[in-house]
T-cell receptor, first 114, second 115 residues
Framework: AQSVTQLGSHVSVSEGALVLLRCNYSSSVPPYLFWYVQYPNQGLQLLLKYTSAATLVKGINGFEAEFKKSETSFHLTKPSAHMSDAAEYFCAVSEASGTYKYIFGTGTRLKVLA | EAEVAQSPRYKITEKSQAVAFWCDPISGHATLYWYRQILGQGPELLVQFQDESVVDDSQLPKDRFSAERLKGVDSTLKIQPAELGDSAMYLC?????????????FGPGTRLTVL
């Protein structure tokens, strides 16, 4: 079965600093991978997705992620953190067949310090 | 901009009572999902519909939970009877169809508190 591991349930960065949120997946075949963001008491919003095209994926709000098959990783980065980036971030993997259902990681709460 | 609608946004109920949540997906989206998100965890799929048919309900506690999407449009998730452990955010999502890499669009969720 697919699984997703997000290292670090809480990450704090200073405003203007690099944001790095880690995601590792377990899959025997190249999966589909997603990063979603959730603001308090709201639903999830798609930041970016990997669907076997380019390994470096650019998303909204200046975020990007790199798919590394050899490391089974899909880490999310942003060069310069903004106060508005404070939220919870979820990595998800989708099965490559069948119902294509998502398996979510446990999330990383990002805090941005002034 | 089209959005997934959910109601109510908040629900407080007592243990052993029945509760129901409603979801209206984005128009034209054939696939509808119900997730449960416990505080501090990621969403977990409860049930997935393709049009009016259930394609995955393997994680749905069928002794107390039921879901329907009678006309293949809006959907209702019911819990009867509610238990303390059901306190969570219930999220509805929709997508155009079943395909790899398809984006799921999420509603704002219903936060359930069981006392």
């Amino acid at each position: 079965a697919q699984s997703v591991t997000q290292l670090g349930s809480h990450v704090s960065v200073s405003e203007g600093a690099l944001v790095l949120l880690r995601c590792n997946y377990s899959s025997s075949v190249p999966p589909y991978l997603f990063w979603y963001v959730q603001y308090p008491n709201q639903g999830l919003q798609l930041l970016l997705k990997y669907t076997s095209a380019a390994t470096l994926v650019k998303g909204i709000n200046g975020f990007e992620a790199e798919f590394k098959k050899s490391e089974t990783s899909f880490h999310l980065t942003k060069p310069s953190a903004h106060m508005s980036d404070a939220a919870e971030y979820f990595c998800a993997v989708s099965e490559a067949s069948g119902t294509y259902k998502y398996i979510f990681g446990t999330g990383t709460r990002l805090k941005v310090l002034a | 901009e089209a959005e997934v609608a959910q109601s109510p946004r908040y629900k407080i109920t007592e243990k052993s009572q029945a509760v129901a949540f409603w979801c209206d997906p984005i128009s034209g989206h054939a696939t509808l999902y119900w997730y449960r998100q416990i505080l501090g965890q990621g969403p977990e799929l409860l049930v997935q519909f393709q049009d009016e048919s259930v394609v995955d309900d393997s994680q749905l506690p069928k002794d107390r939970f039921s879901a329907e999407r009678l006309k293949g449009v809006d959907s209702t998730l019911k819990i009867q009877p509610a238990e303390l452990g059901d306190s969570a955010m219930y999220l509805c999502a929709s997508s155009l169809g079943l395909d790899g890499g398809v984006e799921q669009f999420f509603g704002p969720g219903t936060r359930l508190t069981v006392l």
